[in-house]
């Protein structure tokens, strides 16, 4: 059973286009994390959700728009795509049970044309 | 968050141990050094976690210097499949929740 899924795995659109990208985790975690992988290949977190609530909010653009339906679930809906935003986005989930260790999705790999 | 530099690279024999250092000089009093790996075009994988003991785990063993500013984890024998991408990052675990600050890591390359 996968712990942290993703979908879709890829994803291939036009500029100004609006996705989403689901994020589901079945480990029972109370936060839950997007992070982006650019080109260059760093790793930065742009936003985390704790109990369905909004508690990281980096430096992102407002075209960017996590929603988090339940624990479970942590979407994220992207408008007007741009190129810059070609990118890999992470998912990942956490609890304070144990050692807090962040739990990673398979990622999912956007390309805007 | 405090700072960590790590080499950019290195390269290692299949079945020795590998040691990757790590820097955090600025690490305060309650922040932890978690690592983490990236295998090609995977999610980022937790390998192990700690404060300023030493930790051993089933997949690496840390090592904390005293004075907490840098730490080595130990692969202790690698394989083809430790080939990726090694983050050291310092972490807060007040919250429960936390931002992880991925850095540039070392890349690993195990060579048979």
Known sequence: ?113 | DAKTTQPPSMDCAEGRAANLPCNHSTISGNEYVYWYRQIHSQGPQYIIHGLKNNETNEMASLIITEDRKSSTLILPHATLRDTAVYYCIVFRLTDSWGKLQFGAGTQVVVTP
């Open chain 1, 1 to 113: 059973d996968t712990a942290v899924s993703q979908t879709p795995k890829y994803l291939v659109t036009q500029m100004g286009n609006d996705k989403s990208i689901k994020c589901e985790q079945n480990l029972g975690h109370d936060t839950m994390y997007w992070y982006k992988q650019d080109s260059k290949k760093f790793l930065k977190i742009m936003f985390s959700y704790n109990n369905k609530e909004l508690i990281i909010n980096e430096t992102v653009p407002n075209r960017f728009s996590p929603k988090s339906p339940d624990k479970a679930h942590l979407n994220l809906h992207i408008n007007s795509l741009e190129l810059g935003d070609s990118a890999v986005y992470f998912c990942a989930s956490s609890s304070p049970i144990g050692g807090n260790e962040q739990f990673f999705g398979p990622g999912t790999r956007l390309t805007v044309l």
